[in-house]
C-alpha cells in the first residue's frame, strides 16, 4: 500500500516567521495535491502538482514536487494567523481512483 | 453552483443502530469518492462510485458498510449495527470524470456512537 509521510506532525511558528512542510511518498506518482482543512470543516484544494519539477505559489504558500525524490514541500512565507489549519497531502496512486491523504500537519501561527 | 453536499452534518447513533449518511455530488459530476477519517488521522479511502456502479470499493470494511449511488438521487454510505469505533467524519468527493486533477470534497458528515 503506498504511503504518505508528512512532517512535523504538529507546528507552532510566530508570525513573519518562515518554515516548510514535508510530504514524503512510498511509491512512483507524478501527481501530488495539498489541501487545508479548517477544525469542522471540509477539506480545500491549494494545489495540484502534476510533474516533476513542479512549483506553484498562491500568496504565503509555495508548493514544489521531486518526483524522483518522492518529495514534496509546503513553504509558508511571513505567515500569518489565518494561515493556521491541518494541510495535507495526497498522493494518487496513478489511477484516478483514490488518493492517500497524509496525517497532517497542524499548523498554529502565534502572533 | 452549489457544492458537494453532505447530510447529516452531524449524527448520534447508539451501538447497533444503523448510519445512513447522504452526499449529492457537484452539479454535473458523476463520480462520487467517500473517505473517512478518524481522530487525529488523516483520510482514509473508502470507495469509488459512478451512477448504479462501484468500481473500487478495496477501503471498505467487508461487514457492515455498504455504499450505492443510484441513478437518481443522492449517493448513499450506511453503516450497520454502528460500534464505538466507527466514529468519525466521513467526507464525499465528486469529480466530473475519472479525475488525476483535484476532486471537491464535501463538508463531511460527523458520526459519533455512544
Known amino acids: 500500500e503506498l504511503k504518505v509521510e508528512q512532517n512535523p506532525l504538529f507546528l507552532s511558528m510566530q508570525e513573519g516567521k518562515n518554515y516548510t512542510i514535508y510530504c514524503n511518498y512510498s511509491t512512483t506518482s507524478d501527481r501530488l495535491y495539498w489541501y487545508r482543512q479548517d477544525p469542522g470543516k471540509s477539506l480545500e484544494s491549494l494545489f495540484v502538482l502534476l510533474s516533476n519539477g513542479a512549483v506553484k505559489q498562491e500568496g504565503r504558500l509555495m508548493a514544489s514536487l521531486d518526483t524522483k525524490a518522492r518529495l514534496s514541500t509546503l513553504h509558508i512565507t511571513a505567515a500569518v494567523h489565518d494561515l493556521s489549519a491541518t494541510y495535507f497531502c495526497?498522493?494518487?496512486?496513478?489511477?484516478?481512483?483514490?488518493?492517500?491523504f497524509g496525517t497532517g500537519t497542524s499548523l498554529t501561527v502565534i502572533p | 453552483n452549489a457544492g458537494v453536499m453532505q447530510n447529516p452534518r452531524h449524527l448520534v447513533r447508539r451501538r447497533g443502530q444503523e448510519a445512513r449518511l447522504r452526499c449529492s455530488p457537484m452539479k454535473g459530476h458523476s463520480h462520487v469518492y467517500w473517505y473517512r477519517q478518524l481522530p487525529e488521522e488523516g483520510l482514509k479511502f473508502m470507495v469509488y462510485l459512478q451512477k448504479e456502479n462501484i468500481i473500487d470499493e478495496s477501503g471498505m470494511p467487508k461487514e457492515r458498510f455498504s455504499a450505492e449511488f443510484p441513478k437518481e438521487g443522492p449517493s448513499i454510505l450506511r453503516i450497520q449495527q454502528v460500534v464505538r469505533g466507527d466514529s468519525a467524519a466521513y467526507f464525499c468527493?465528486?469529480?466530473?470524470?475519472?479525475?488525476?486533477?483535484?476532486?471537491?470534497f464535501g463538508e463531511g458528515s460527523w458520526l459519533t456512537v455512544v
Open positions: 468527493a465528486s469529480s466530473p470524470r475519472i479525475s488525476r486533477d483535484t476532486i471537491y
Open positions: 495526497a498522493v494518487d496512486a496513478n489511477t484516478g481512483n483514490q488518493f492517500y
